[in-house]
């Protein structure tokens, strides 16, 4: 706190005095005169007013590009469920709502919003037994998710840090020799400026378990806290002229929204927890000043030395796809597919093989842009056709085996034997007699018709078979080494 105090005695003579009677006097007159139709019965204040405006924070665009990106790199489908979410500290009781009581409903939207690959079943057994009693709905067709989010509000810390500051300055003077009527000779200007400021901190746990298991997902944890500020600020301006005092006084308090930071918490908590369960470089989507997540890099590392060479190659020709070059998807390294990698980390993809640098670096580096999405559909276009191949080729082999079996034809019927007499067999000439061909048995005959003919493939259905062993595993997920 500073003060500045300073007393000015003199006497003033003759027009001087009257000079600085006018110059004190008059504004003070005028200021009263302004202020005399004033009556305290006619107060009134005027409020504003604002249009619904649709809420929007700093990573309301993230959540989108999580889903997009969830496309462009062919996660396929997480079904995910959020348990009712709520303030485990009990603060949101004591302080009177400074922060909510339950945060399920922020949930649901933050995790609806998300789109993609990413599907949002909602927690409600109570709508659900309603609705199974008045029959109006079954589990037939009923999703059934994957994951579930558990966790809630675990601190809220209060006044970690209150600081004030503020400065007044005061000047006065004493005037002597003016009308005795008045009631003061002072004349005097003063300045206050003061403010206090205080500190909160919030954090927000969050868990993964395993739907069917109810197990906790290992290292599938987020822990993020922030802090809050509060502030007060006030200022004053007082005159006082030989007795009467007026002057201005203004106050202003903010307040930090904590219902609003902990709604940017779980956004941003949700990001990283689907970005780790997915294996996906969700940090591109939280600014430039965001680290890479080490336990998504580790899940690039195990999935690139689970994979053979050729999977890997194939993996990398679609990632070259997404960036834009002009390569085939046939887990070979051709001439195509080394110029593509070159032109992308000449340094990297020197000698023609995949490093684990080069394999994670043109996987975290992928465009999320709406041109790389239309890629990505046309690589599914082309495995979906290829395994539609496949299976018709299937189906055309099966139907030939289990076509009817040509029968053999009946044996002629017996004809009868003509005796003849001797006389005519003496007088017959005689003539030649045809060998007698060896008859195989009827067992091996029936042998022969039951064994299958060796399939014989087309080329069109051979490279439709080679196309679909060629389609990779999907690729991101947290797979067990069964899964694998």
């Known amino acids: 706190m500073k003060a500045l105090n300073c007393t000015l005695s003199f006497v003033p003579h003759g027009k001087l005095r009257t000079l600085l009677t006018t110059v004190l006097l008059v504004p003070g007159l005028f200021f009263f005169s302004a202020c005399g139709e004033m009556n305290p019965q006619n107060v009134d204040i005027e409020l504003k007013e604002s249009a619904p405006v649709e809420k929007v924070t700093n990573y309301t665009q993230a959540l989108i590009d999580l889903g997009l990106m969830s496309e462009i790199y062919d996660t396929g489908l997480m079904k ?3 348990q009712d979410i709520g303030d485990e500290t009990g603060t949101s009781v004591s302080t009177g709502g400074e922060i909510q009581r339950s945060i399920t409903e922020i949930m649901k939207s933050t995790l609806n919003s998300i789109g993609g690959n990413v599907i949002f079943i909602a927690y409600d057994p109570a709508y659900i037994q309603n609705q199974m009693v008045s029959g109006y709905s079954s589990f037939d067709d009923k999703l059934i998710p994957d994951v579930v989010i558990t966790g809630g509000i675990t601190e809220f810390d209060r ?27 002072t004349a005097g200007v003063s300045y206050g400026d003061t403010g206090k400021t205080g500190t909160a901190r919030i954090t927000l746990d969050f868990n993964l378990k395993d739907f069917r298991t109810l197990a906790g997902i290992p290292r599938m944890t987020t822990t993020n806290s922030m802090e809050v500020y509060k502030g007060l600020q006030e200022q004053e ?10 002057g201005l006084k203004g ?11 902990v709604r940017v918490l779980v956004q941003v908590s949700m990001i990283q927890m689907i970005g780790k369960y997915l294996a996906l470089p969700y940090w591109r989507l939280l600014g430039d000043d965001v680290y890479p997540d080490k336990i998504v890099l580790d899940s690039i590392a195990a999935t690139y030395y689970r994979m053979e060479v050729s999977d890997r190659v194939g993996a990398v020709q679609q990632w070259l796809i997404l960036h834009g070059y002009d390569v085939e998807i046939n887990n070979t390294m051709d001439q195509k597919t080394l110029a593509a990698l070159q032109s992308f980390n000449p340094t990297l993809a020197a000698g023609g093989n995949i490093s684990e640098q080069l394999f994670t670096e043109l996987y975290l580096n992928i465009p999320i842009t709406r041109q790389a999405y239309g890629q990505r559909n046309k690589i599914n276009q082309y495995f979906v056709k290829m395994m539609e191949e496949q299976e018709a080729a299937e189906r055309r082999a099966a139907a030939a085996q289990a076509a009817p079996k040509k029968q053999a034809p009946p044996p002629p019927p017996k004809q009868e034997v003509q005796e003849i ?3 005519a067999v003496a007088a017959a000439p005689p003539q030649e007699v045809a060998p007698v061909q060896e008859v195989a048995p009827v067992q091996e005959v029936a042998q022969a018709q039951q064994q299958p003919k060796a399939e014989v493939l087309t080329p069109p259905q051979q490279q439709a078979a080679a196309a679909a062993s060629r389609a990779p595993k999907k690729f991101g997920r947290q797979l067990s080494a069964d899964d694998w």
């Open 80 to 82: 995910v469920q959020s």
């Open 159 to 185: 006044g970690l840090e209150t600081r004030g500051e503020g400065t007044n300055a005061d000047v006065e003077a004493d005037f002597r020799g003016f009308a005795d009527w008045l009631p003061s000779k």
């Open 237 to 246: 301006v007082g005159i006082t002229l030989f007795g009467p005092t007026f």
């Open 251 to 261: 106050s202003i308090k903010k307040v930090q929204g904590r219902h609003e930071a």
């Open 421 to 423: 007499p001797p006389q």
